[in-house]
């Protein structure tokens, strides 16, 4: 009983923040609803990211120069200053490691990403700031336990955005944990990995951490998009919406830019398209990387602009209506109608759902074809070269998890979720469900601050 109790307030804590952070400048009259309410110092001091302390109830914000912890009823506890501080994004590496010919100014840190690394009882805090480092931060007093910037594996992606960042931590019972980090390039793949794993060391100051699981002269635990895909689309880029784990697997959720030819004409067009990406835990060489597009479809109409989304369990009722079992692992997303426009997506909206296993079948049917010597890699930021598919007389289990060949893989064929609720008016944007009494619960905020259950 206690957990259930626990669980609903996690929930409803990060759902009214959520929906908070959303009209953080708007201090209308019509807010007269008794909502517990948090607001930073300054109005442009924009939140970027939340978690929930499950032990503590502790909140953490991630914002524009702060880093808040709050308690439960949304009371400030602690607040650690990230920035302003003199940068310049074209400083690479950044001038705090060697001095740089480019002018400095005064620059906001946008908190890019905020992870809870419970084993260390530590907050991993990443900006904007010096090509995004990362801070590493005690959970009870927000004291810096260290902050790694001297190696070019620590600076993450220059990118401003607070969405270009995701991260999941894999725990290892007697090891170092691995943190898998999935972040926009802005154009500059020599510099960033788009997804890499790297370590999570005991020590926060040791000399190791964040450093790739694994790398040598020719291989390491990273994928890296290639430079002559920026000849093709010029503005290409990775754009991470959510991440977690499941089993053996890592799961990011993405949005990409393709060019395609619209039905009887000869010119292409942008468009951009939701992926779902798989890598096994263990895969140090990342030989497992797979996506596969995903979407949705209600009368005729196509949600295919991924906003946000939540891993869940299926309740017994949701579970027999998607033909699996209760407990399986269950997708919540948010999709926009289109696939046009990323930035200011239309507000007609889509909550659907996906069973895991559906999306698992699929790839691994798309392995076992590739491994047949079906088809190319089929990959839209590999498309200049086309690698078709090499032959290898293997059998591909559930846990597959590749060979030096066949890798990177797409999935042509898109995935569709089960559509279970529309809005036209007041673009749904943030998602968050669990199961109570065998029905399936979700909770979704929308662009205007409303949040739906």
Known sequence: ?????????????????????????????????NFTTFYAEQADWTFNHLVVDERTGHIYLGAINRIYKLSEDLKVLLTHQTGPDEDNPKCYPPRIVQPCNEPLVYTNNVNKMLLIDYKENRLIACGS???????????????KLGEPFHKKEHYLSGVNESGSVFGVIVSNNNLDDKLFIATSVDGK???????????????SEADGMFAY???????????????????VIPDFDIYYIYGFSSANFVYFLTLQPEMTSPPGSTTKEQVYTSKLVRLCKEDTAFNSYVEVPIGCEKNGVEYRLLQAAYLSKAGSILARSLGIRPGDDVLFTIFSKGQKRRTQSLDESALCVFALKQINDRIKERLQSCYKGEGTLDLA?????????????????DDFCGLDMNAPL??????????VFTEDRDRMTSVIAYVYKNH??????TKSGKLKK
């Open 213 to 231: 699981v694994f790398h040598d002269e020719f291989v390491a635990s990273m994928i890296k998009i290639p430079s002559d895909t920026f000849n």
């Open 129 to 143: 700031l010096y090509q995004g480092i990362c801070k590493l931060l005690r959970l009870e007093d927000l004291f």
């Open 1 to 33: 009983m206690a957990s259930v109790r626990w669980s609903w307030i996690c929930t409803i804590s990060h759902l009214i923040v959520l929906a908070t952070v959303s009209a953080i400048s708007q201090k209308t009259s019509q807010t007269k609803r």
């Open 410 to 419: 797409g999935v042509s064929e898109m995935v569709r979720g089960y559509p």
């Open 189 to 203: 793949p020599e510099y960033f990995p788009t997804i890499s794993s790297r370590k999570l060391t005991r020590n």
């Open 440 to 445: 399936s619960l979700a909770f979704v905020g």
């Open 381 to 397: 930021w590999l498309k200049v070269k086309d690698i078709p598919c090499s032959n290898a007389l293997i059998t591909i289990a």
